[in-house]
């Protein structure tokens, strides 16, 4: 028996995966013995470097938590900034006219290929030099500008090629119906294009995320990960405990942000699902050749609805 991507595997092919696997886990098994064996040497298994983050209290009111707000403050303003930006800019990069195809993809391109960190100092210099920016809140501000312009450029090309992607039958079935391009992207492109490109999206909000940590490592940005120096400091060399304490608090976020984006998009496919954009008005108009007021014989034409499906390649009329 075969299936589409490789053959079942037969009674000697089973038995050679189970061996495979238990080797696997054996080798994986010592390496973590001796990680954990070289960490209890050097003392970092100790109970007093661990015991501060579940017996004080004053280790997440004083460092963690602060540090995670301003990590999702960072990640919040970059989010909500960069994910209209970057789709205005991916569906200029489709535009039919050059004078504005050519200009935005030179922004893409030239901010999608500098560092995201070399993008905050810059910003962070500028700030110093021509913006009245008290220095409290001037690391927010480079933090958030760089990971705009860098994550804009990145979801800008998730957008064009998401819709790239779709099949060319779809902007056909719009320009037979007489829908103008702004209303075939809106209400045909966009719409299933979204479903698609919702994976790459949360990837690249993850990474916003994850990239504020740059913020607190060159820019003094108070961040989640930038309060392990504080910790270190006031709670003796728990520099392993610290770390991996802020290493689960960034696994939880970054889970808790794919699962509600999962949702999301089991929820859209769920709605998708027999729906299509109806185009009423004008489009009618089109469509009966000579408007709402037209006669044929005698008697007045009524104008259609015209139904794009979301599903397929074709248009139904519906009276």
């Given at each position: 028996?075969?299936?589409?991507?490789?053959?079942?595997?037969?009674?000697?092919?089973?038995?050679?995966?189970?061996?495979?696997?238990?080797?696997?886990?054996?080798?994986?098994?010592?390496?973590?013995?001796?990680?954990?064996?070289?960490?209890?040497?050097?003392?970092?298994?100790?109970?007093?470097?661990?015991?501060?983050?579940?017996?004080?209290?004053?280790?997440?009111?004083?460092?963690?938590?602060?540090?995670?707000?301003?990590?999702?403050?960072?990640?919040?303003?970059?989010?909500?900034?960069?994910?209209?930006?970057?789709?205005?800019?991916?569906?200029?990069?489709?535009?039919?006219?050059?004078?504005?195809?050519?200009?935005?993809?030179?922004?893409?391109?030239?901010?999608?290929a500098?560092?995201?960190?070399?993008?905050?100092?810059?910003?962070?210099?500028?700030?110093?030099?021509?913006?009245?920016?008290?220095?409290?809140?001037?690391?927010?501000?480079?933090?958030?500008?760089?990971?705009?312009?860098?994550?804009?450029?990145?979801?800008?090309?998730?957008?064009?090629?998401?819709?790239?992607?779709?099949?060319n039958?779809?902007?056909?079935?719009?320009?037979?119906?007489?829908?103008?391009?702004?209303?075939?992207?809106?209400?045909?492109?966009?719409?299933?294009?979204?479903?698609?490109?919702?994976?790459?999206?949360?990837?690249?909000?993850?990474v916003?995320?994850?990239?504020?940590?740059?913020?607190?490592?060159?820019?003094?940005?108070?961040?989640?990960l930038?309060q392990?120096?504080?910790?270190?400091?006031?709670?003796?060399?728990n520099?392993?405990?610290?770390?991996?304490?802020?290493?689960?608090?960034?696994?939880?976020?970054?889970?808790?942000?794919?699962?509600?984006?999962?949702?999301?998009?089991?929820?859209?496919?769920?709605?998708?699902?027999?729906?299509?954009?109806?185009?009423?008005?004008?489009?009618?108009?089109?469509?009966?050749?000579?408007?709402?007021?037209?006669?044929?014989?005698?008697?007045?034409?009524?104008?259609?609805?015209?139904?794009?499906?979301?599903?397929?390649?074709?248009?139904?009329?519906?009276?």
């Amino acid at each position: 028996m075969t299936s589409v991507l490789y053959d079942t595997p037969g009674p000697r092919a089973k038995r050679r995966n189970v061996l495979y696997t238990a080797l696997f886990v054996v080798a994986l098994a010592v390496i973590v013995w001796w990680v954990l064996g070289a960490l209890d040497e050097k003392g970092q298994l100790a109970g007093e470097k661990w015991s501060p983050f579940v017996t004080d209290a004053q280790v997440w009111t004083t460092y963690l938590l602060p540090g995670l707000g301003d990590t999702l403050t960072a990640a919040a303003l970059s989010i909500v900034i960069a994910l209209p930006l970057g789709a205005l800019l991916g569906i200029g990069r489709l535009s039919d006219h050059r004078w504005v195809t050519v200009p935005v993809g030179a922004v893409v391109e030239f901010f999608r290929a500098i560092p995201v960190l070399l993008l905050m100092m810059f910003a962070n210099q500028a700030y110093v030099q021509f913006a009245d920016i008290e220095s409290e809140v001037r690391p927010l501000y480079a933090v958030v500008t760089g990971l705009v312009l860098y994550n804009a450029s990145v979801i800008a090309e998730i957008v064009r090629a998401g819709i790239l992607a779709l099949p060319n039958g779809q902007s056909d079935a719009a320009r037979a119906i007489g829908m103008r391009k702004g209303q075939t992207m809106a209400y045909v492109l966009l719409p299933q294009a979204v479903t698609a490109m919702l994976p790459a999206l949360v990837s690249q909000l993850v990474v916003i995320v994850k990239d504020t940590a740059l913020g607190g490592a060159m820019l003094g940005f108070t961040e989640l990960l930038s309060q392990n120096r504080q910790i270190t400091a006031n709670y003796g060399a728990n520099t392993i405990a610290a770390f991996t304490v802020i290493a689960l608090i960034f696994i939880a976020l970054n889970f808790l942000l794919t699962s509600c984006a999962s949702w999301l998009e089991g929820r859209i496919r769920r709605g998708k699902r027999g729906t299509g954009a109806v185009v009423t008005g004008g489009l009618g108009d089109d469509l009966t050749g000579a408007g709402a007021g037209a006669t044929t014989g005698g008697l007045p034409t009524v104008p259609r609805q015209t139904t794009v499906s979301a599903g397929a390649d074709e248009t139904q009329p519906t009276a």
